[in-house]
């Protein structure tokens, strides 16, 4: 069919591409109706997004990664090994009560970390990013222009990004158990407890910075007031019950320290009574279930409806 | 299946004789501005529309409502039979959207930013893959496919976001002011893209404030100014309407154009004092410059040339398109 119409088409313009070619580029009839199209889109659509995210991420799956595995490293030999060996020595065992029950810094410390770290990761993730899609590189406008509606691009940003920490717990869980911080046998739990802190902090994070339109310094008080205090005074470096009670509300509202006391569970088997656990689960839930719904209505309205 | 049935298939009879796009009394407010201030006109199937006017004349909204990506505030809007404010997804499966400003992945190479906008479409790999390549090839970016695409220059990155609207084979092809900010040579080349997809039966709807990409592209064009439409018709029409055959332009300088405009206003069946020349708007351009030489006064400069759509837009509006 391409042949016949080929006789008549290189004659006009310039090269590159015949007529015949254009009939066939303009209409395959390799594109399925728009209610199928539409249909897939709807049910789709936040995944889509995913896998641009992820080819998009390929171009930083070098310094990713390498963050991912030194960033555990550093921590676990400065905090576990180094100021560990002065806790042990001084106290014994962290954790117990009266001294007994306990375990080590390093045990204590690890799991700990672990959501710290992720948190910290998601200030850069769902911050200056989001901010790029609306604005600065205008790429959420791309996907804007198709099937996809905002709430699934808002859902498919989180997504993407938390599978990234689903492969950076997992490293830092791996290397737990390298350095033998990860005793108990459902340690592995560590990291599904790393990605919903992540989410508890990150869904909520990206409804703020969504609704910012001005250049975004906000992050960085963000960072100062928001993050650092989390990472000190949220029950990681030591339990929150030996801060002044004027300060543990710091802990209780922030997803760290829920986040925190579950990987603890985990890790090492940390006894807490069951309610607390179930509290630690249904605060992180809620924080994401309010930060989804928060994004989606926040995309919805930047990017019109 | 009775008389409620019955009555919506007539309804998309009667909205669907050739119309791709319809719109009816369209209306969008912002506060106390009205953005789009009822708007009404028809896109046939095939055929290539344009909406002309400057920058804040309500053309980007217009075409934001017909993808469905803004909701209106009033009137129709149909896009192949379905209302984009409903329809959304559906409406815009078979859409291309060339947006005013690129928002092309810069980190992603050439051809991803291809076939990752394609999979937004729900359209397989084993479909996108090959279609980007006969993408690039249109584009004539074959050879960049790995590059990055902010290693691109700005007519290159146009072409590419052109190709990318492609990659579902829209039927209709929204292009917010395709080639703003490119140059000369550019242009032309995405003018002859263009003019190749509207031969092989896409539906092009153009915004532009140049009048002669409307003139290059469009087959017929509603002129717009604060949210309304002015005139509607094929640039011919338009100019033939609106303007005499020929326009004599002259210089005196700028402090005596106001003077020589007085002693000139019988030349000629109209007259429009600009800040920097006078138009004098007469089917014979050089008889009118005869008159103006036997009154007496000798402009600087002198120009005789045929009406565009600039004219219109001036004689419509009594402004500049670019102001």
Known sequence: MADQDLSHAGASGPPGYAVADLTRLAASGGVPDAAVLARRARRWGWWYYIEYWLVNAKAWAVSIGLYMVVMPLVYLIALGLGLGLLVDRGVGTVGGSGGS?????????????????????????????????????????????????????????????LIRFVLQSTVFWVMLLLFHAAPSGWSWLTVPVGVLTAAAFGAPLQAYAAHLTDEGYQFAFVQRFVIMPMFLFAGTFFPLSVMPVYLQWIGWISPVWHGTQLARQAAYGAVEPLWLTLVHLAVLLLFTSVGVALARRTYARRLGR | MTSRATASTDGVVASGTQAVIRAVGLTKVYGRVR???????????????????????????????????????????????????????????????????????????????????????????????????????????????????????????????????????????????????????????????????????????????????????????????????????????????????????????????????????DVGSRLEVLPDRLLIYADDGDAALRQVAARGLSPITSLVRRSSLEDVFLRLTGRSLID
């Not at chain 1, 410390?109 to 604005?135: H, N, Q, R």
């Not at chain 2, 242009?187 to 003019?195: E, P, T």
Request: hydrophobic letters at 40%; proline letters at 5%; charged letters at 20%.
């Open chain 2, 35 to 265: 953005a789009v201030d009822g708007v009404s006109f028809e896109i046939a199937h095939g055929e290539s529309f344009g909406l002309l006017g400057p920058n804040g004349a309500g053309k980007s909204t217009t075409m934001r409502i017909i993808g469905g990506t803004l909701q209106r505030t009033g009137g129709v809007m149909t896009v192949a039979g379905l209302d984009p404010a409903e329809s959304g997804p559906e409406v815009r499966a078979h859409l291309g959207v060339v947006p005013q400003e690129d928002n092309l992945d810069e980190e992603l190479s050439v051809r991803d930013n291809l076939i990752m906008y394609g999979r937004y479409f729900g359209l397989p790999y084993a479909y996108l893959r090959p279609k980007a390549d006969e993408l690039l090839e249109f584009a004539q970016l074959a050879e960049w496919a790995k590059a990055k695409v902010g290693d691109l220059s700005g007519g290159m990155k146009r072409r590419l976001t052109i190709a990318r609207s492609l990659v579902n084979e829209p039927q209709v092809l929204l292009l917010d002011e395709p080639t703003t900010g490119l140059d000369p040579q550019a242009r032309h080349v995405l003018w002859d893209r263009l003019f190749r997809l509207k031969e092989a039966g896409v539906t092009l709807v153009v915004t532009t404030h140049f009048m002669d990409e409307a003139e290059q592209l469009c087959d017929r064009l509603v002129v717009m100014d604060h949210g309304r439409i002015m005139a509607e018709g094929t640039p011919r029409e338009l100019i033939r309407g609106y303007s005499t055959r020929e326009v004599l332009e002259v210089r005196f300088g700028a402090e005596h154009n106001a003077v020589a405009a007085e002693r000139l206003a």
């Open chain 1, 101 to 161: 029950g306990g375990v080590p810094y390093l045990t204590f410390v690890g799991p700990a970390l672990l959501v710290a770290t992720v948190v910290m990761s998601v200030g850069g993730e769902l911050t200056y990013p989001v901010m790029a899609g609306f604005k600065w590189r205008r790429l959420y406008w791309a996907p804007r222009a198709t099937p996809v509606s905002p709430q699934q691009i808002a859902v498919g940003h989180l997504g993407g990004v």
